[in-house]
Nanobody, 120 residues
Framework: QVQLVESGGGSVQPGGSLRLSCAAS????????VGWFRQAPGKEREGVLC????????YLANSVTGRFTISIDNAKNTLYLQMNSLKPEDTAVYYC?????????????WGQGTQVTVSS
């Protein structure tokens, strides 16, 4: 049974950092394209970052380039999203997801989400 469980969200001031984690079970993260998307209140879902099975990273949101990074710990089968220089516009619920095929395609599984709030 495929499961994705996010953690690490919280409240932070502008300019701060957070690291989100996504523990996967039922499949091996490294064998799939996996990534993060977010959804802010009243806004559409937005892809953030994706890493393919060949470890190619795709930035899906230009606004996070240079501030967010994605990584996988194979031993823990856990996906991470390191977020630095956070801005109020980064406030959203963040979800990790497994893609059906590649980073430009659809998801087939995602987690329950973790709230990130950036505010002074």
């Amino acid at each position: 049974q495929v499961q994705l469980v996010e953690s690490g969200g919280g409240s932070v001031q502008p300019g701060g950092s957070l690291r989100l984690s996504c523990a996967a079970s039922g499949f091996t993260l490294g064998a799939y394209a996996v990534g993060w998307f977010r959804q802010a209140p009243g806004k559409e879902r937005e892809g953030v970052l994706c890493i393919s099975s060949s470890r190619t990273v795709t930035y899906l949101a230009n606004s996070v380039t240079g501030r967010f990074t994605i990584s996988i710990d194979n031993a823990k089968n856990t996906l991470y999203l390191q977020m630095n220089s956070l801005k109020p516009e980064d406030t959203a619920v963040y979800y990790c997801a497994r893609y059906r095929s590649n980073c430009l395609g659809a998801y087939d599984y995602w987690g329950q989400g973790t709230q990130v709030t950036v505010s002074s």
